[in-house]
């Protein structure tokens, strides 16, 4: 299955649309030149008088700036999905005044960061991580080639390829003269050698350029320890750094898409059975204090410390390439309830000029906050954030040269095959959705069955005996078929501790808005009338937590003896 590009996927009014929004005013917003400055210092430019984009942009503190330009990755590619969504001019012209500032700051090597090459050519010869020393320059080489290709990708932006490729190949030219057992021990490096998605990225730049050095860049970047116990069933996730090695795995099924070795998608779909649902909580989301426990302890690892938002944001992406691959359903609820969850639930429902008020842990103990505003600025899960929220779109719809498929529940639209296919629903507020035909073609449409619901469509209950409902015909203008999902109440024990229970109506993770620190006992609710999704139970309210709010909250509750 073949997923859609941004700009053939319109989101209509409603709960994604509404996120969505509040982060596009925050990128309008933003002075461009913050973002450039580090590279314009770096370079030996003339640098306007603005501020750092803060925290880990800044070369003060202990780490001294060892990831200063990561975060003007993430903001472009946020940008150019931004412009391929909406089409605002305002955005293309910052990706290209971005691109142009950056262009002038490449070295005709083809380097291009926002500190000098120290950092590399200390991580060839480190033994031991330290951060404060060199932090992942791989992995803020990615998050700028990732924005620059992005921005080709959405926009057609040129010189941004132009840049795409100098980087990549004065990093392909430095990894290819290393030793293998080098290579694997900088891989190796907590935080030190970490690399992000880079290998996804040389994939996804092969696919446009069709260069076969960037295949061999692909195989430079294989961290065979990890491979190799995946691709065995051999779970050796206990004690590993979560957000480190989830986009390693996404490079992995990008690495199976462009040479066909088994082997990369294997360690890839077993590594993601041993993430979902042994190490994932609730909302989605997975690690503590960044790292997995055990596989299977969910209640054992409950801390004001979980669900970094980088790793659930990657997960999707994983999730989201294997669907595409296998067209196994467990994805596409992975993904719904990430999404509708977690994703949803880390960004506030406020806007600010400077900041994008996104979550970096998300804590999961009795009477927790959520913290939009981390006291280190630019982190990696702002920069992750300001890319989930433009791009909320990107799952909805799948096909093939004859089917379209129905994987999630939005208010939304998408053009394919001569067709555009339109929902139109205020879900999860309404219990279903409207599609309607505009057009003229013969193909399946295949809608998704989600496990949490009995679907009847146009009136009439419907025996599933699959996961997705087929109805293949000649589907012409005006032709419409009303999905009806109806919710339920429903309870989620820990896999460690069946008393501790989370609870869901259909979909949505409810929970309860207390700030007492002890578990509470969970009661019969009842709707709170005039609030969608609101429930109460012995005096306690229970609301989504996708509502972006402050309010000290329970996700998990005793139940009740």
Known sequence: ????????????????????????????????????????????????????????????????????????????????????????????????????????????????????????????????????????????????????????????????????????????????????DVRQRMWSLHGSGEYGGLAETVCDLYAVTRDPDWVEFGRLLDFDVLIDACAAGEDVLDGVHANQHIPIVTGLVRMFEVTGEERYLTAAVNFWDQVVPGRMYSIGGTSSLEFWGPDGSI??????????????????????????????????????????????????????PDRPLTTYFIGLTPGSVRNYLPKDGATCCEGTGLESATKYQDSIYFHSDDELNVNLYAASSVSWNGITLTQTTDFPYEQGTTLTIEGSAHFTLKLRVPLWTNMRVNGEQQEMTSRYLSITRHWRSGDTLRVELPFELRTEPALDDPSLQSVFYGPINLVALDNRQEFLELGALSPVPGKPLHFEADGIEFAPFFEGTTHAFHAYLRASS
């Open 299 to 352: 209640a054992g690892t409950l801390s004001d410390t979980n669900a970094e938002t980088c790793c659930a944001h990657n997960l999707l992406k994983l999730s989201r390439l294997l669907f595409g691959l296998l067209r196994n359903p467990k994805y596409a609820d992975y993904y719904e309830r990430t999404l509708y969850n977690q994703i949803l639930g880390s960004k506030q429902d406020a806007v600010s």
């Open 1 to 180: 299955m073949q997923s859609f590009s941004l700009d053939e996927v319109k989101l209509g009014p409603g709960l994604l649309a509404t996120k969505a929004g509040l982060m596009l005013v925050h990128l309008r917003s933003y002075d461009p030149d913050r973002l450039l400055r580090a590279f314009r210092e770096n370079a030996g430019l003339p640098t306007p008088d603005v501020p750092r984009p803060g925290g880990w942009e800044d070369t003060a503190g202990e780490a001294q700036g060892n990831l200063r330009g990561h975060y003007t990755g993430h903001f472009l590619s946020a940008l150019a999905q931004a412009a391929a969504s909406t089409g605002d001019q305002v955005y293309i012209n910052k990706l290209r005044y971005l691109v142009d500032g950056l262009a002038e700051c490449q070295e005709p090597s083809g380097y291009l960061a926002a500190y000098p090459e120290k950092q590399f050519v200390t991580l060839e010869t480190m033994t031991e991580a330290d951060y404060t020393v060199v932090w992942a320059p791989y992995y803020t080489a990615h998050k700028l080639l990732k924005g620059l290709l992005d921005t080709y990708l959405c926009i057609g932006e040129l010189r941004a390829l132009e840049l795409a490729e100098g980087l990549c190949r004065w990093m392909f030219e430095r990894l290819r003269r290393l030793p293998y």
